[in-house]
């Protein structure tokens, strides 16, 4: 992938040359690679190429772009080409000790999940599928509002790209005209009131595949179609939304989500909006009223105002 990363003919020969392999073996990998999703393109007499030059992530570039204080913050950073999800690999690094700053990042994502068992579409090379290990000390009830943080983190780092016009929806879905552009998913390792460890999933869409995205079921947007730029950096953008996540989860985990109030209710796309919220049993319609300070979802239904801190939330349509 390396190798063909420039968009250009590269002969069969010629890469077997370069890897120090047999053309059979290159045909294999070939063949391995269109299984994963790689849209590989053949011209007899020239070669294999991608349908455009494509920038692979690289631990080497996002280290160099972020601020001094994120690197000093940082515990490594894993780049893997295929893995079920980022979510799962920290899950199993937590514990095995790993310590809080510990980042991976892959290419593609086999099993990636969002919210509710959903799947996360994740296509080789054109989106970006990262998480983050952060310990913390106050067990995991300490934890209420850490997605809703992550997300203005996210709104913070998404400004660097011109994005402007996002907006947070509760609990962890960022939307540009109610098209979905990434999202976070929050998973807690250990105890609910001792040490423990949290794993921050996020996922952006860049260049987002048209074919890949046949099985989304919801309205979604990418930075490339935000932008009208084909080049985005995957590894500039993780370097930003690194740069903001570790000082607000920091920030976070010292002060609980007070400092982050007023930021969320600026860029709440719910707020004063009718809503349905389906539970598992249930459907509650009413009034979002923002959030309080435990980072829960407060509606005004017929029968007064009532806190909910899971849900799946959505604008009602009236007539």
Known sequence: MQLLSDGEYHSGEALGQALGVSRMAV????????????????????????????????????????????????DSIDILLDIDSTN??????ALQ???????????????GRGRRGR???????????????WRVSGGAMALGGLSLVTGI???????????????????????????????????VVGESTGPCAVVIGIGVNVRMPHAAAAGID?????????????????????????????PAVAEFEMQGLQPFMQEWQRYDMMQGR?????????????????????????????TGRRRFTSGEVSVRVTS
């Open 153 to 187: 983190a996210m709104m913070r780092g998404l400004r660097c790209f011109g994005i402007e016009a996002a907006g947070l929806k509760w609990p962890n879905d960022i939307l540009v005209n109610n098209a979905k552009l990434a999202g976070i998913l929050i998973d």
């Open 274 to 302: 009718p809503v349905d919220l389906q539970l598992p049993n249930e459907v509650i319609r009413g009034t979002a009223c923002g959030i309080d300070a435990g980072g829960a979802l407060l509606v005004e239904t017929a």
């Open 119 to 133: 799947a996360w579409v994740s296509p080789f090379a054109a989106n970006l599928y990262f998480s983050l290990l």
């Open 27 to 74: 045909c294999k990998q070939v063949k391995a690679l269109r299984q994963a999703g790689v849209d590989l393109q053949t011209l007899h007499g020239k070669g294999y190429r991608l349908p455009a030059a494509v920038e692979l992530l690289d631990r080497e570039l996002i280290h160099r772009a972020t601020a001094p204080a994120t690197r000093a913050g940082l």
């Open 88 to 93: 799962n690999h920290l899950r199993a690094r």
């Open 218 to 246: 919801q309205p979604w947007t990418d930075l490339s179609t935000l932008t009208g730029q084909q080049d985005v950096s995957r590894n500039r953008l993780a370097a930003c939304l690194l740069d903001q996540l570790l």
């Open 97 to 111: 000790g790993a310590p809080s700053g510990s980042v991976c990042l892959a290419e593609q994502q086999r099993g």
